[in-house]
């Protein structure tokens, strides 16, 4: 083995390919096989998400409409025939809150719940909520129950 036999290991160099810029007779030359001009032949281009080359972009061609309410408060439903139905296959006794209904997989766990008035109430229930439509609220009291407001 001597100087002029030796070899890099396979795989350990990787070949870049032809240097840019380094003058006409290297054939990557002048505009570096970039091209003439634009945005793409400048130093620094980075393409901007959405551009399409100066044609408005699609997210500003389509038409606009309705309005975000940004300090909506978002309830997670639950009916009083869900609680009936769940009451009568004793999930619960008596008393249902938050930490029954995270267990229950009515809600997730920092969900706000919203009690509304589809169905009926058999039995008196201690219902712990967010929030309680009118409705609920008569019926849940109307069959001997509670409905505590947190």
């Not at 390919?17 to 002048?30: T, V």
């Not at 096989?33 to 389509?62: D, N, T, V």
């Not at 009916?79 to 930490?99: C, G, H, R, S, Y």
């Not at 267990?103 to 219902?127: A, E, Q, S």
């Amino acid at each position: 083995m001597s100087l002029d036999n030796i070899s890099p290991s396979k795989g350990s160099n990787r070949v870049a390919g032809k240097r840019l810029g380094r003058g006409q007779s290297s054939g990557k030359g002048g505009t570096c096989s970039r091209g003439h001009k634009g945005a793409k032949s400048r130093s620094g281009y980075s393409k901007k998400i959405g551009f399409e080359g100066g044609q408005m972009p699609l997210q500003r061609r389509i038409p606009k409409y309705g309005f975000k309410n940004i300090n909506r408060i978002e309830y997670q439903p639950i009916n009083l025939d869900k609680i009936q139905n769940l009451a009568e296959n004793k999930m619960f006794k008596k008393e249902l809150n938050i930490d029954q209904m995270v267990k229950l997989r009515l809600i997730r766990k920092n969900d706000l719940v919203k009690i509304l008035g589809r169905g009926k109430l058999t039995m008196p229930i201690k219902i712990t909520a967010h929030k309680f439509s009118t409705s609920a609220k008569s019926a849940i009291e109307a069959a001997g129950g509670e409905a505590i407001t947190l």
